[in-house]
């Protein structure tokens, strides 16, 4: 009897670790059960919400990457003797983030140092986050963070907007490379929960992350001296003005001037010499993609005359974004000032 006792539980201990190693198998591919979701998952019907799947919890890359945003953050207000423990509790209301954003970009921002109701707290975090994806927009960052995600504590929609602030201000730290995490997207349909799984990448490699964040001259000029910002434009439009004005042309205003892509092309072909055909652009575009077209062919002439390809994307010159245009010309304009006043050296010296 004893023996069969024996036998027994070491098959019933053999089955539950095969079993557990079923689990741990299988366990990737199965949506969670529908009775583990959190309780915010209660949704009205055809409404959908996302969160972190309870395994990225753990992962260790994504746990490290949070451990460095938050000795990040608590070095920078260090002399507001702020202290940041969890992401997730500390940043959800907005107060943390303000003074972050505060002390990052040196904008103030007029708002209520504290408030306890959820309206404020949307209120204050609709206005921080403004201000956040005014910067960072312009750099192509895609905006993965609302008001509502940051407010109900979504950790990766607060990770995600950290990291970027962190590579665009050029934060003391090295970020883990290739951190993903699980998503669980819940829909409801006809009053029945669905699941899935989607990979969210929030850094990738610290190159990549560097090349699309390098900050220049025109960030600084942004940033810190808007005053200086005339200047600059004025400068620009002299240059301009003195070739265009060979074809009866005349800039007043950079940024809608140069948005369809027009005056551009007709540019590099003055500042090279030479007539760019009709039929390899539009002098007279009607819609976005025309436009866009314009601007990419400008930007082939460009590398065609040796310059380097330029860091701004067509749809944000067309687009209008103010610093992708200033990039375009200054990048002519310190390249041909350079070529004209060799040229008039020469041409007083009887070189050419």
Known sequence: MAGLLCRTKRKKQVDEHLEEGKQ??????????????????????????SMLDPSSRENPKFKELQRLLIDWINNELVEERIIVKDLEEDLYDGQVLQKLFEKLSRWMLNMAEVTQSE???????????????????????????SVDSVHSKNLVAIVSLLVALAMHFQAPIRL????????????????????SHVTKEITTTNEMMLRKFERDAFDTLLDHAPDKLNVV????????????????????????????????????????????P???????????????????????????????????????????????????????????????????????????
């Open 24 to 49: 741990a198998i299988n366990a990737p591919l199965l949506a969670p059960r529908v009775d583990a979701l959190p309780d915010n998952t209660l949704l009205d019907d055809n409404t959908e919400r």
């Open 119 to 145: 309206i404020g707290q949307k209120q204050k975090l609709k206005m921080v986050l403004g201000a956040v994806n005014q910067l960072l927009r312009p750099h192509g960052w895609d905006i993965d963070w």
């Open 176 to 195: 883990p490379e290739h951190v993903s995490v699980q998503i669980v997207l819940v829909k409801k349909r006809d009053g029945i929960l669905q699941t």
């Open 233 to 276: 434009k004025m400068s620009l439009i002299t240059f301009v003005n003195k070739h265009l004005n060979k074809l009866n042309l005349e800039v007043t205003e950079l940024e809608s001037q140069f948005a369809d892509g027009v005056y551009l092309v007709l540019l590099m072909g003055l500042l090279e010499g030479y007539f760019v």
């Open 278 to 352: 009709l039929y390899n652009f539009y002098l007279t575009p009607e819609n976005f993609e025309q436009k866009v077209h314009n601007v990419a062919f400008a930007f082939e002439l460009m590398q065609d005359a040796g310059l380097k390809k330029p860091k701004s994307r067509p749809e944000d010159v067309v687009n209008i974004i103010l610093k992708s245009t200033l990039r375009v010309l200054y990048n002519l304009f310190t390249n041909y000032r350079h070529t004209e006043l060799l040229k008039a050296i020469g041409d007083d010296s009887g070189l050419y």
